[in-house]
Nanobody, 121 residues
């Protein structure tokens, strides 16, 4: 059983910052990639940022230069540093991980429960 547990969401004023964390636990052989998605009310879930096991990153255009994704491989944890937050960043942020449970097994996708980020004055 694999669990992804997120933390760090909350209410912040425009221009503020938050640091989101997501820790994966369970019987994990390897993690190919981890990422953050978000879903605002009435909108589809969208990729915010992603980082591979090799350290390659990609970002959604609107967060480039404001958000930074990083990971601690030893802790199976991914972080999202969000700076210069805007009201349009308000959403539920979900952690995502692509995981292998066994050396010859398939890659599986896991999701966290989500953490609310609200940007408002």
């Amino acid at each position: 059983q694999v669990q992804l547990v997120e933390s760090g969401g909350g209410l912040v004023q425009p221009g503020g910052s938050l640091r989101l964390s997501c820790a994966a636990s369970g019987s994990i052989f390897s993690i190919n990639a981890m990422g953050w998605y978000r879903q605002a009310p009435g909108k589809q879930r969208e990729l915010v940022a992603r980082i591979t096991s090799g350290g390659s990153t990609n970002y959604e255009d609107s967060v480039t230069g404001r958000f930074t994704i990083s990971r601690d491989g030893a802790k199976n944890t991914v972080y999202l540093q969000t700076n210069s937050l805007k009201p349009e960043d308000t959403a539920v942020y979900y952690c995502n991980a692509v995981i292998k449970l066994q050396t010859m097994g398939p890659t599986l996708i896991y999701w966290g429960q989500g953490t609310q980020v609200t940007v408002s004055s």
